[in-house]
């Protein structure tokens, strides 16, 4: 009805709705959706519509494998957000935009300040799981989990971020794993397919399969592995995401060999 209207405002509404319902199904369609809401939008002009059609598109990229060019993209839309007034969106654009092997403490500092400054509880949750993760990456297993402790408290508060929390859970069995401790791992896993079935956002769905699968497998139960590869392998195949097939295939033949 818009483009039939030549209503290029509700077109990119309409776009980007439609982007945002794509992700949970077809990621190479989400993407051709975004685009094109971009492209309304810049035609309204809309600096927000914009900047925000990029921050999901940032997002998309880095699903798709392409970190570097994720974090580029994150950092650029950042700013757009700011100079658009979205303070809120522009502190979580600053936060894809950091590379937790590499960003230093006191940028997820920097963050953290300011979230808490705006009464964001529930972006400093997500800030001190990444900071957790970037604590994870350099072996210090200790802050670690005191940031994923600390970050599950403030998640608890925040139902509608049901798909960060799932993330923190993956995060948090990881560690566990990491220290011997498969067994323990599983429960937080579960916990995570919980939180993205709540959610309703099941891109990551393939992840937390390999993940439980990876656990099985440490702890040498190899017929529980496949199958949770098998998972894995099934809804990668039905998001199309190519990065997550290719992974998952590669494990599960791993497992099979």
Not at 65 to 86: C, F, H, I, K, P
Not at 124 to 150: C, P
């Amino acid at each position: 009805a818009a483009l039939a209207a030549h209503d290029r405002c509700g077109e990119a509404l309409a776009a980007y709705a439609l982007g945002s319902l794509a992700e949970r199904t077809d990621l190479a369609q989400a993407a051709a959706w975004l685009q094109q809401a971009e492209a309304a939008f810049a035609a309204v002009p809309s600096p927000l519509g914009v900047a925000e059609t990029h921050f999901r598109l940032a997002a998309e990229h880095g699903l798709q494998g392409r970190a570097a060019q994720s974090r580029q993209e994150y950092a650029a839309a950042a700013r757009e957000l700011e100079q658009a007034g979205a303070v809120h969106d522009a502190i979580s654009a600053r936060l894809g935009s950091l590379d937790t092997g590499t960003s230093p403490d006191a940028d997820y500092a920097a963050l953290r300040q300011r979230a808490a400054a705006l009464g964001d509880g529930c972006e400093v949750a997500d800030i001190l799981r990444l900071w957790g993760d970037k604590d994870f990456i350099a072996q210090n297993y200790q802050a670690a989990m005191e940031h994923y402790q600390a970050s599950s408290r403030l998640f608890a508060r925040c139902p509608a971020l049901a798909s960060q929390h799932a993330f923190l859970e993956t995060s948090m069995g990881r560690l566990e794993r990491a220290q011997g401790r498969a067994a323990a791992a599983l429960p937080h896993y579960q916990r995570a397919l919980n939180f993205q079935r709540q959610s309703g956002d099941l891109t990551y769905l393939p992840q937390t399969y390999n993940a439980i699968a990876v656990a099985y497998e440490a702890m040498g139960d190899i017929p529980h592995a496949i199958t949770y590869y098998r998972r894995g392998l099934d809804e990668a195949r039905r998001l199309h995401s190519q990065p997550f097939i290719d992974f998952l295939s590669a494990n599960l033949g791993s497992t099979y060999a």
